[in-house]
């Protein structure tokens, strides 16, 4: 089973910046996506950025122009950097891991993200 470890959470006033990290504890080559998914008060949870193995990434249309995914394989470990934040970024921010072979997600704990105007 994968545990992934979150964190880099915290508040911030809008037009700040975070950067948020998570460790997992499955060799990271093996993952064929690592991102970061959001849920605010009332929503559904939805994606925010992800990466694959090889590189490409998606991102949310909301988060475009001022959010930046990175992964780092040896180290088993994937950042959002979180620039220009505004408070509808305000979030649980939750880890997520993907394989394909087999079909399989994992999920962290979530570190909230508080965004003040």
């Known amino acids: 089973q994968v545990q992934l470890v979150e964190s880099g959470g915290g508040l911030v006033q809008a037009g700040g910046s975070l950067r948020v990290s998570c460790t997992a504890s499955?060799?990271?080559?093996?993952?064929?996506?690592m991102g970061w998914y959001r849920q605010a008060p009332g929503k559904q949870r939805e994606l925010v950025a992800r990466?694959?193995?090889?590189?490409?990434?998606n991102y949310a249309d909301s988060v475009k122009g001022r959010f930046t995914i990175s992964r780092d394989n040896a180290k088993n470990t994937v950042y959002l950097q979180m620039n220009s934040l505004k408070p509808e970024d305000t979030a649980v921010y939750y880890c997520?891991?993907?394989?394909?072979?087999?079909?399989?997600?994992?999920w962290g704990q979530g570190t909230q993200v508080t965004v003040s105007s």
């Open positions: 997520n891991t993907r394989t394909l072979v087999p079909p399989r997600d994992y």
């Open positions: 990466m694959s193995s090889a590189g490409d990434t």
């Open positions: 499955r060799d990271g080559f093996s993952i064929d996506f």
